[in-house]
């Protein structure tokens, strides 16, 4: 079901509840009061283009070959990435446990699946406040072109204390698959903003948004390469302020991506056995995963002749 982003109304009678309330809770993030996701999803040199939920398409399609990352996370634009808490222009409500979304090229071999929960809250630092995610992209042999699986999200916390900047414990996104030969290649990319608004003692918003930083990751692999649990973590550049003083609203947009010409890749919160991994996909995953050697492996950070 589409829904619609929580009116302020109701995230602020969530914030009258705790200031005006008085609980004695120490300071920390101390509940979801919102949370969004928008699945999009490309196939063939974009011949196909779906949307979880539905969104019209199709969107401008790309050119073959890895998608330029400069700054943000790129992929056919649009999809765009929610750049503002509130901009998500279509989305699903994960705000009561995970959400996820299968998407297929039928009758192609080519899937993705994704699943994204928001973390729970607790914690005294920006970081603190993050989303789990889980995707899946295969898009095999024969196929001919690239595919990708896009997921945009905001993620919106209610906080009773000033929290504290720093990348410190910032999740680390563990990565497994592998590429065909010729030009082909895999790749994942995240890009996760932060954003702080003032909630005053009466329980009324301020309004307006602070940018406090964001975390953006990045992440390729060549033709020819088998990757098993490599993890990525922010690249150089990401950074979170500490916000001001008081409580108030911690807001998390962003957007996380995979793809593949052809490769399957897929994105774990930690690292899993192969095994684990093709368990967890259920029939339709193995049906389509197949593991073959490759002139070089990547395990962790290390490359092995």
């Given at each position: 079901m589409n829904i619609a982003r929580a009116p302020w109304a109701a995230m602020v009678g969530v914030a009258l509840t705790w200031f005006v309330g008085g609980a004695t809770a120490s300071g920390a993030i101390l509940s979801i009061t919102n949370a969004n996701v928008q699945n999009y999803f490309g196939a063939m040199s974009d011949t196909i283009q779906l949307g979880d939920p539905a969104v019209l398409a199709p969107w401008t399609a790309g050119a073959n070959g890895p998608?330029?990352?400069?700054?943000?996370?790129?992929?056919?634009?649009?999809?765009?990435?929610p750049l503002w808490p509130g901009t998500l222009p279509s989305s699903t409500s994960f705000t009561g446990g995970p959400y996820s979304s299968v998407l297929n090229d039928?009758?192609?071999?080519?899937?993705?699946?994704?699943?994204?929960?928001?973390?729970?809250?607790?914690?005294?630092?920006?970081?603190?406040?993050?989303?789990?995610?889980?995707?899946?992209?295969?898009?095999?042999?024969?196929?001919?072109?690239?595919?990708?699986?896009?997921?945009?999200?905001?993620?919106?916390?209610?906080?009773?204390?000033?929290?504290?900047?720093?990348?410190?414990?910032?999740?680390t996104f563990f990565l497994t698959g592998s590429t065909g030969g010729g030009a082909s290649y895999a790749q994942f990319a995240a890009h996760i903003l932060y954003f702080w608004q003032d909630i005053n003692a009466a329980g009324v918003a301020s309004?307006?948004?602070?940018?406090?930083?964001?975390?953006?990751?990045?992440?390729?692999?060549?033709?020819?390469?088998?990757?098993?649990?490599?993890?990525?973590?922010?690249?150089?550049?990401?950074?979170?302020?500490?916000?001001?003083?008081?409580?108030?609203?911690?807001?998390?947009?962003?957007?996380?991506?995979?793809?593949?010409?052809?490769?399957?890749?897929?994105?774990?919160?930690?690292?899993?056995?192969?095994?684990a991994i093709l368990l967890s996909l259920g029939a339709a995953g193995a049906g389509i995963w197949k593991w073959r050697r490759r002139t070089k492996v990547v395990k962790g950070s290390t490359i092995l002749a």
């Open positions: 998608y330029p990352i400069t700054g943000a996370a790129s992929v056919p634009a649009p999809p765009s990435s039928l009758p192609s071999s080519t899937l993705s699946q994704g699943t994204i929960t928001a973390n729970a809250p607790g914690g005294s630092n920006v970081v603190d406040g993050n989303v789990i995610v889980n995707m899946d992209l295969f898009n095999p042999n024969p196929s001919p072109n690239f595919a990708y699986h896009q997921m945009n999200f905001e993620v919106d916390y209610l906080a009773n204390t000033t929290l504290n900047g720093g990348i410190g414990g910032a999740p309004g307006f948004w602070t940018p406090l930083g964001n975390l953006d990751y990045t992440m390729s692999f060549a033709p020819n390469t088998t990757f098993l649990n490599v993890p990525v973590t922010p690249n150089t550049g990401s950074s979170l302020i500490t916000t001001p003083t008081g409580g108030g609203e911690l807001a998390i947009v962003g957007e996380v991506f995979v793809a593949g010409d052809p490769a399957e890749i897929h994105v774990r919160p930690t690292p899993e056995p192969s095994s």
